[in-house]
């Protein structure tokens, strides 16, 4: 049976790129589906794969459409006013605001065929949109500059402020102080100020002060690397120390024992910066790790986490069920909470209660009813899970389920009308199952509650200013696992170089998954006592890709390099 070709519009830019011959129309109708399938604006997929140059594009957008071409690279962008669009929707359609003039706001754009972009921001804002073309290279970077240049000037202007304003208490152990080096303290509190505006506009979601023999250093965690970024005077340890105690009201004067604390930064009338702090006593002092809980930058969308299509389609019809448990499985840092909020904000709805229980909540949503965890006073997971079931819920969310008490009563309450989200700390899907069942629970109450488990691992995003092509035999793809017909069908693999954009060749994560539903099949098999191979091979028997073959895909579309998946991935 012949294949059905993805519809043109005869009308739209990809016809008048094959119009004026700049591409043949079978390219364009390939590229028009790849877009479409990867959620990517159309030019965006044309100039990202090099099919053609964004200068050619903007021309013949201009004459199709009449729409004036705009130079943005001459734009000031400071004065740009990008706080009127959300963030995710600029990036998403690739609209930058770059005036506004009464109840107009002028949108730079590369595509001017994306209505529902337009449309989406014209509702968000309130304001009459009017279009102006921009170059797609020239208008990535315009995007990032402005986001970057609007979250440095209000981290700067504010945060300063509100650090400044912070009561610094006298440390009076003598043993605290170098006699030698008379310092203010305002240098101090100055230097914290710098490392914490470091920390959250480069991106990191965790910064290590870290004292040494004869060194202390200082490291931020970007992209799942760790990476030195200062490394101050070591007689000045002691002071930053305490510096960060004070910030987050802990006692100064206690350094035999660890400490848990918090600090909490406005940032803007609607957005916060937590940082959740631990000191541990080392050799040669305090190590204090702070946690950068950002919720603005932590809850994506479902369709912004990486998932194929497919896989998305299975994720979204388990969550979307009355009643049943979702597990997500991964090691710490792998981004299982930010996939559990991005359901929980499909499911957040006026008519539904959601109850959630954390160690600590990491991302505060409104109209979600969130619990912290403090077992000091007996407020164990299982504890809140047994309160939440008097507490009329149609939703749970458990943080994580760690022993036979909160498994078997998360198992009850998805088998008594109640949609149960968890996670748990294991390699892959087909394990969780029987770490369920060497937990105690019964596997006729695991084949009965739950619906899906998603494994998942964060691997960094090549950067597309930068990657380049490499050269790998035929025999090590093989082995690598990419099969006779992907190499046949010819395979473009990406390798990180580095550029004033990105990290050693990175910017960005995303995910890889393995998205398992319960089927009858391997509900038949946890019944029988089936082993994780068992399982695993009844899920590949049934096309689910393991986090391997996942991870391939995405080297495949060179969204990340063979080495980065294998840093993640390999055993």
């Known amino acids: 049976m012949a294949t059905t070709q993805p519809s043109l519009n005869p009308s739209g830019l990809a016809w008048r790129l094959v119009r004026d011959r700049l591409i043949t129309e079978d390219v364009a109708r390939t590229a028009h589906a790849e877009a479409s399938k990867r959620r990517e604006p159309f030019v965006h997929y044309l100039v990202q794969q090099q099919i053609l140059d964004s200068r050619r ?42 005036f506004r003039r009464g109840n107009r706001l002028f949108l730079a754009v590369s595509d001017p065929t994306n209505d529902q972009g337009v449309d989406e921001i014209r509702f968000n804002t309130g304001l009459t949109i009017e279009m102006v073309l921009a170059e797609e290279d020239k208008l990535s970077a315009a995007i990032d500059r ?23 208490a006298s440390d009076d152990d003598k043993s605290n102080r170098d006699n030698d080096l008379n310092i203010d303290e305002a240098p101090i ?12 506009t480069s991106g990191a979601s965790d910064v290590h002060f870290e004292p040494y023999e004869k060194t202390f250093r200082i490291r931020f965690r970007q992209d799942g690397l760790l990476r030195e970024v200062a490394s101050p005077p070591s007689n000045l340890a002691a002071r930053l120390v305490a510096r960060l105690k004070v910030m987050s009201r802990m006692n100064i004067a206690e350094r035999r024992i660890p400490q848990d604390g918090r600090i909490k930064l406005k940032l803007s009338r609607n957005r916060d910066i937590d ?42 019809e388990a969550i979307d069920k009355p009643y049943g448990m979702v597990l997500v499985t991964g090691p710490t840092g792998s981004g299982k909470t930010v996939s559990l909020y991005s359901a929980l904000n499909l499911l957040n709805k006026p008519e539904v209660n959601i109850s959630t229980v954390e160690d600590p909540v990491e991302i505060v949503v409104p109209g979600i009813n969130q619990v912290n965890m403090n077992p000091k006073t007996g407020l164990t997971f299982a504890a809140a899970l047994r309160a939440f079931l008097r507490q009329d819920p149609d939703i749970i969310m458990v943080g994580e389920v760690r022993d036979l008490e909160t498994a078997e009563i998360a198992v009850k309450a998805a088998q008594t009308g109640h949609m149960v989200l968890s996670t748990l700390h294991t390699n892959d899907a087909p394990q969780s199952l029987t770490r369920l069942a060497n937990m105690g629970v019964a596997p006729f109450n695991i084949a009965s509650s739950i619906l899906l488990i998603m494994a998942q691992r964060l691997v960094r995003r090549l950067c597309t200013h930068c990657r380049k092509p490499e050269e790998i035999p035929r025999e090590t793809l093989l082995v690598e ?5 992907e190499i046949e069908e010819g395979l473009t693999i990406y390798g990180p170089v580095g550029c004033e954009r990105c990290t050693k060749g990175y910017k960005g994560r995303t995910g890889i998954f393995q998205v398992m539903k319960v089927s009858d099949a391997i509900s038949r098999l946890i019944l029988e006592g089936g082993n994780a191979l068992q399982l695993a091979e009844q899920a590949k028997h049934e096309g689910v890709a393991d986090l391997r073959r996942s991870g391939l895909s995405k080297v495949k579309a060179g969204i990340t390099s063979l080495e980065e998946l294998n840093r993640v991935t390999k055993e």
């Open 57 to 98: 594009i903007a021309i013949a957008a201009c004459h199709e459409f009449g729409v004036p071409l705009f130079d943005i690279s001459a734009l000031d962008l400071q004065q740009a006013p990008v706080n009127l669009v959300d963030e995710r929707l600029i990036r998403r359609h690739r609209a930058l605001p770059i």
């Open 146 to 168: 402005a986001i970057e240049a609007q979250d440095t000037t209000t981290m700067t202007e504010i945060m300063d402020a509100e650090l400044e304003t912070l009561d610094i």
């Open 189 to 200: 509190v100055r230097y914290v100020n710098k490392i914490l505006i470091d920390a959250i």
């Open 275 to 316: 940082f959740r702090v631990n000191t541990l006593p080392t050799l040669y002092g305090e190590k204090v790790v702070l946690r950068i809980l950002d919720s603005s930058a932590s809850t994506v969308d479902v369709e912004d986490l990486g998932m194929d299509p497919e896989q998305r389609d299975v994720f979204l």
């Open 481 to 485: 696992g990419f099969t006779e017909k």
